[in-house]
Nanobody
Framework: QVQLVESGGGLVQPGGSLRLSCVASGFTFSTYVMNWVRQAPGKGLEWVSSIDDRGSSTTDAHSVKGRFTISRDNAKNTVYLQMNSLKPEDTAVYYC??????WGQGTQVTVSS
């Protein structure tokens, strides 16, 4: 069955960095667009970034543009989210998803001093 397992979250100070990873299995990873989506406490889901199947094209939400970078390694069935210059408003549970409606369990990112 499809599995998406996120990792790499944690507590970081404002201005810090984190790298999230999402390992996929159960589907042909290299043929799917992959996405990162987040949910802040008490708020709805917010799309963050997407990357095409080959990793040649990415799009980012305005709120993270220039600070976050999505990438993928199809040989490792893994998608990454490099997050720099983190702000308190980036605090959220971060999920990866494929284009078929499958989601991971999420990883918590907390930005606080």
């Amino acid at each position: 069955q499809v599995q998406l397992v996120e990792s790499g979250g944690g507590l970081v100070q404002p201005g810090g960095s984190l790298r999230l990873s999402c390992v996929a299995s159960g589907f042909t990873f290299s043929t799917y667009v992959m996405n990162w989506v987040r949910q802040a406490p008490g708020k709805g889901l917010e799309w963050v970034s997407s990357i095409d199947d080959r990793g040649s094209s990415t799009t980012d939400a305005h709120s993270v543009k220039g600070r976050f970078t999505i990438s993928r390694d199809n040989a490792k069935n893994t998608v990454y989210l490099q997050m720099n210059s983190l702000k308190p408003e980036d605090t959220a549970v971060y999920y990866c998803s494929n284009g078929a409606g499958d989601w991971g369990q999420g990883t918590q990112v907390t930005v606080s001093s």
